[in-house]
């Protein structure tokens, strides 16, 4: 064939076109958005979750588009899956964000305390998750206690307290400084359960505080509550192991872990820093919140 003479004409594109979405697709994928942000609520109890679960794992446009609604409301999409639901975090700027100031002041007058709630929330998490394979692992279910929570907190107080002794640092400074090195000072003077006149916790006292961290959690569908043993006993959800998975590389969440006391059936620490990591720490850093 010449360059002069006439190509055959190229085949057209029989591939069908995407339709574009309808307002009724748009609704659903909302509605999808909205079950997820209702966590307490399990896909298997409701039908109509179910239902928009498998449209977004079956049809690739309308996940696009659950996931674009998602992100218009600053919500990152973790999973969506039969065991997690559509499960989402907030971004920092979402209207869905809770800010560790935010949740202080749910939970006391004293903004003070505000170091030693996120004490708790990460003790939590080290504790449910105690080595870097049961985070990973999908089936696996974190058990804690509130006072096994508040011993934990405790004992690693003690190892920081012998920290500081041993490279000679000021064990008494202002409170006001940042990370965990200032925060264990304020949690180690803390009464471990005060008293009142019926014998009921204070609010303010260490196992207290816990207590608000894991309600919290549990409302938020991150924990189940198991019974009433050691001051409440909860275990992990999906969701809840999804969070900790995304902030498992803070940095205060890694000295936590650094300390080595968590306790794991075969002695292994868990989500230890590289070596060389820089631990300097900021207020909130590695916290489930937003500051």
């Known amino acids: 064939m010449t360059d002069t003479e006439a190509r055959p004409a190229a085949e057209p594109d029989r591939t069908p076109a995407t339709p574009p979405p309808t307002p009724a697709d748009v609704a659903d994928a909302a509605r999808l958005v909205s079950f997820g942000l209702q966590p307490k609520l399990a896909p298997a109890r409701d039908a109509e979750y179910a ?108 190892r920081l307290e012998e920290r500081a002794a041993e490279q000679g640092e000021n064990t008494d400074p202002a409170t006001g400084a940042p990370g965990l090195e200032a925060a264990w000072r304020v949690y180690a003077r803390r009464s471990t359960t005060g008293a009142t006149k019926d014998a009921r ?7 207290g ?15 189940q509550r198991t019974g009433d043993d ?10 809840y ?18 300390l080595g006391i968590v306790p794991a059936a075969d002695g292994a620490g868990a989500l230890l820093p590289a070596a060389g990591d820089s631990l300097d720490l900021v207020d909130g850093a590695g916290l489930p919140f937003h500051r």
């Open 209 to 223: 505080i816990v207590g608000k961290a894991v309600a919290f959690l549990a409302d938020s569908g991150f924990l």
């Open 51 to 158: 239902a928009l679960l498998r449209r977004y794992q079956e049809e690739p446009p309308f996940a696009r588009l659950a996931d674009a609604v998602a992100t218009g409301l600053g919500l990152v999409v973790l999973e969506v899956s039969a065991r997690a639901g559509m499960a989402v975090a907030a971004a920092e700027d979402s209207v869905f964000a809770v800010r560790m100031g935010e949740y202080a002041r749910r939970t006391t007058a004293d903004t003070a305390d505000r170091f030693l709630h996120g004490l708790a929330h990460l003790a939590v998490a080290a504790l449910a998750f105690p080595r870097p394979a049961d985070l990973a692992d999908d089936g696996y279910l974190g058990r804690i206690t509130v006072n096994g929570v508040e011993a934990f907190v405790r004992q690693a107080c003690r």
């Open 201 to 207: 916790r204070l609010a303010g006292s260490t196992t």
């Open 230 to 239: 050691a001051g409440g006993a909860y275990r992990t959800t999906a969701r």
């Open 241 to 258: 192991q999804l969070q900790v998975r995304d902030m498992a590389a803070g940095a205060a969440m890694s000295e936590l872990l650094g």
